[in-house]
């Protein structure tokens, strides 16, 4: 008889039973340190299991999500952080950090959150920290809980920013007193990624005063990358490995939270958030839109830093053409919301929703917010409630970039949304294929059993798909395996996703625009298109051609892709074109060189008679007057012999700054001869061209006569004028410069 063998499973449930009684699951200590005067301003609090299977963290996190029983284990390792920090001496100035496991606030009620704040004993000051996960998941309910942790006093820690390109959107709506950078940024090469994490959480904590702190410092190379990251507190085995109890050898000092400026919690609605006094304007429906779009448009230029929330009154304005834009967002910004009455909770894969109540006061309200990093904007829009033609209802609205009301309305926006995932995973609507024969039944409707054909397409070097646009989304339902290494991803994370998973932030929105507006129509298109490649998201181009596949009826079904690499052919076109354009501005600096002075940058005499001219011929339609203005500097040849060339270019140069910075917009001054300068006047009224003409010539003469120093010595030097209007002195342009040149001894400085 075979011996009795022990159940594994058996030996984990038991052994996770043995670690949520009571004093099953301990907690260890690692200090954070302030990185100027290595001074411990905090403990941060790590789960450990009893000893056995379960002792390390991964495992024993691992057992209890299995056995549907998360909540328990992260509630014990609370109790355990408190019990020890308690009984270590962990209190004030001190902080204790303290982890929610992010499924546990996806799932917990709002009680149970508040619960973890309410237990703690009074002498602790506590750091929740949460990740960005789980306001993603539970936004409208996170934020409500953070607000009443922040009112029991506790502070709040965004973990792992820079893991997920939406840490950094919800930085503003979370606003966290500490962030906490992913290890990888002190630990690995920086690169573009880690410079655009930084630029973000830099300008955030000058904005508020968070801290910011380094995870992962094991060595001095990781500390001063640390430092130059701007990170001020700092985590890792250089400073202290967990212990059970808490590192001694290091002085102790305090850990300052900023006093966030809140503005009275979250709004009533996002256009209550306008502050008193603003401007607002009227706009149709129409105009609205319009604005919208354009919002829309800046966010997706922004990419996956950006939230975008939005309401649309009634489900009945989220039309098929909105939908096919927010597709378009949810797939390339951080996080979007939508808000109307009769929305559901989701109303396309990846949206969060919500359904208004009809004396919501959003629900009379158009609103579109924008919010990133360095960026942030919000159309808030009020309903009029007039009548007459939908594009033409009539609202009352402000456009603003102030951050604070954005803010503000985002989060109003936020806190209406249902609990939810934070996304929608794509679920494929085929098999993969084998190397025979594709499974999908869309592919077998298409190619049957054509073995040639199938393996033709596998075989041909352009990437090759087929989108089915009966089902919602227009997924792919096949790729070839060029497809494949185009696209960057395995066959089996390609089928069942829309192909705007490929396109990037600097894809042009035009081209675009023409290929939906082709597939609409059942039409062929033809494009170019920046794409992105894989994970890494690596540029390249495509030349992409769509053909319709109809059915029997002649009804379009599918739309069958060919897509060629020709990044190497546009990158050739554009080398090319920037020789072109660098032939072009050379010949284009000659040109300018033919018209301005290269000492002093002032048009030559040449350029000067075109523009009179051409200020006469407008002056003769216009029954305006011009004034010319001769002024010649004394004395230019006598310093040159005492100081030297150089020293008499750096008074003309001194000259023409000068006097072109005494000129009215729309006025010419320009270098005549060696020592001379001419002024044109144009646009005069020839009532009182000759008084405007000499109270110009006062300006000028003064700005001339100042003191310009050679040598260390100033030389103040005189100068002449002479004028000349038309049409009192002259009526053609060599006459108004033969009067004003003929007059220069008339008029001389002072």
Partial sequence: MDPVRPNPDAALAAALDEAL????????????VELDTGFVVAHEALARGPEGPLQR???????????????????ACRVAAFEGA???????????????????????????LLAIAEAAPGRLRVVMEITERAIAARPAELLRTVARVRELGWGIALDDVGADPMSLAFMPLLRPDVVKLDLRLVQERPGPAIAQIMNAVNAYAQATGAAVLAEGIEDDRHLAMAHALGATLGQGWLFGRPSDVPSTDRPAGALPLPVHRDAGGPAGSPFSCLPEGTTLRRAPKSLLIELSKQLERE???????????????????????TTQRYRDLVERTGFVCALGEGLPVEPLPGLRGADLAPGDPVRGEWDVVVLAPHFSVALLARDLGTTGPDLERQFEYALTYDRDVSVRAARSLLDRVAPGAPSTPHVPVARPATATAPVDPYVAELLGDNVLVRRALDATPSGVCLVDVRLPDQPLVYVNAAFERLAGLPR??????????????????AALGRIRDAVAAGEECREVLLNVRGPEKTPWFNELHLAPVTDESGAVIQYIGVQVDVTARVEAERALQRERDRGLSYLAQIEELAVTDPLTGLPTRAHLQQQVETALWNARATGDSVGVIALAVQGHAQLECEFGPAAAETLMRSTAERLRGRLRRGDLVARWTRDSFVVLLPGLARTDAGEETERVVDQLTAAAHAPVVVDGTPAVLAVTVGTACFPHNADDVAGLLAVADGTTGRTSAR
Avoid: K, W, Y
């Fill in 86 to 112: 308690t009984r270590h001496g962990i209190a004030a100035p001190l902080a204790l950090f303290v982890n929610v496991e992010p499924e546990v606030l996806d799932t917990a009620p709002l009680e149970e």
């Fill in 492 to 509: 089996e994370e390609l089928l069942g996703r829309n192909c705007r998973f490929m396109q990037g932030a600097d894809t042009d929105p």
């Fill in 299 to 321: 966010a997706m230029r922004l990419g996956e830093t950006c939230v975008v929330a939005a309401t649309f009154q009634e489900a009945r304005h989220f039309t098929p053409s």
């Fill in 57 to 75: 963290p991964d495992h024993l996190f691992a057992a209890a999500r299995a056995a549907g029983r998360l909540a328990e284990l992260d509630s």
């Fill in 21 to 32: 009684r009571p004093g099953g699951v301990r907690s260890v200590f690692q200090p954070i």
